[in-house]
């Protein structure tokens, strides 16, 4: 009942998670899940939580997780936040480091969280157009006048373009007076980690997720690198929310992930492998793909609208996202990088539907 609500909740657009169907037989390309099972040392070390001790709480500090992240990124542990999913870190991150009186500044077409996250906690913002080539030029960030913080994400989602590390450097040394937020959870794929300029760069905070690259999306497991002063912030405000964010299962999976450093090689190289040939394949068959360094395809064709496609694929059990907002997006299709088999049945799904459509006159 509305009438118990407080006022803030009247106000609040959530934000819209992918499609999560329960149908046997669908190929799910509209999440960007990894296709494939996460190391073996993952499903080790749950199975060997799964004892009496589950009736203890957690280490509320993540102190062997954190240890895990500071090696794999060459960093030092105090120098590392963990959280439940980088969802839950980034908004953290939004209540400690970004509600200022200057404008958090984000790119217009990006990760559609970031202003639900404002609106929550009242955080005004100001967009950032990218270019007619969809590419965000770090020359309009800095024309933007004064600011709160700037977030994107970097690659950029839902477009899959990266911005160079030189060019990320050039914003941070003329940005030095609020928190540069880069969110990393598609930097494996392709682009250059931030996380190599931590120690120059004071006000950069690096999000990164487990659920990508590592294929741990169902444990939920992010976390931010920085420098100590940010991070002892998020832990203030984790503290006062939640003090055992991680369990002991997703804490035991997440540092054996990131101690198999020759899995998530491997892995990520059949990824990009996927996303080249389906680049080619969807170019061949007349789409316009943006150049991805993630583990998905922003594409559009020019004779078919994107919510049609995407309605048509539907009927073929392939599952792809589409959104309607930004109007300039609106025929775009996001499509997750799958097995082989799933992009080749994609690629014939679209075959299928052009013989379908009756040419114009």
């Not at 690659?155 to 969110?183: F, Y």
């Not at 997720?209 to 100590?228: D, E, I």
Request: proline residues 8%; glycine residues 6%; contains cysteine.
């Amino acid at each position: 009942m509305s009438r118990f609500w407080s006022a803030v909740v009247h106000d609040l657009t959530p934000y819209v998670p992918g499609e999560q169907p329960k149908i046997d037989g669908l190929i799910k390309l509209n999440t960007n899940e990894c296709p494939y099972p996460p190391s073996d040392r993952v499903l080790q070390a749950i199975a060997a939580q799964t004892t009496g001790d589950l009736r203890l709480y957690p280490d509320p500090q993540a102190t062997g997780l954190k240890a895990a992240i500071a090696r794999h990124h060459g960093l030092r542990p105090d120098q590392v936040f963990v959280g439940n999913g980088s969802d839950e870190v980034l908004a953290h991150t939004f209540m400690a480091l970004l509600r200022h009186t200057a404008p958090l500044l984000h790119p217009d077409i990006s990760y559609s969280f970031y202003p639900v996250y404002a609106r929550l906690y009242g955080i005004a913002t100001r967009e950032i157009p990218l270019r007619p080539d969809f590419s965000l030029a770090v020359d309009d960030v800095l024309g933007a006048g004064p600011n709160g913080g700037i977030i994107f994400p970097n690659p950029n989602a839902p477009t899959g373009m990266a911005l160079p590390l030189a060019e990320i450097e050039r914003l941070l040394a003329a940005n030095r007076d609020s928190v540069v937020v880069v969110d990393e959870a598609y930097v494996d794929f392709g682009a250059q980690t931030v996380a190599t300029l931590i120690e120059r760069h004071p006000q950069l905070l690096v999000i990164r997720t487990l659920s990508k690259a590592w294929a741990l999306a169902g444990l939920r497991v992010g976390y931010a690198l920085g420098h100590p002063e940010l991070i002892d912030a998020l832990v203030r405000v984790k503290d006062s929310f939640n003090s055992y964010p991680l369990d002991q299962l997703a804490l035991a999976g997440a540092t054996a992930a990131l101690d198999d450093a020759a899995w998530l090689a491997h892995t990520s190289a059949r990824i990009q492998a996927s996303r080249d040939a389906l680049c080619v394949g969807l170019q061949a068959r007349g789409f316009e793909v943006l150049p991805s360094a993630a583990n998905f395809v922003f594409a559009r064709h020019p004779q078919h609208a994107g919510a049609q496609l995407a309605a048509q694929l539907r009927e073929h059990r392939i599952l792809v996202r589409q959104f309607a907002r930004p109007q300039r997006i609106a025929d775009f299709l996001r499509i997750t990088i799958g097995t082989p088999q799933q992009c080749d049945a994609l690629l014939a799904a679209f075959d299928a539907i052009a013989a379908q459509t009756v040419p114009p006159r």
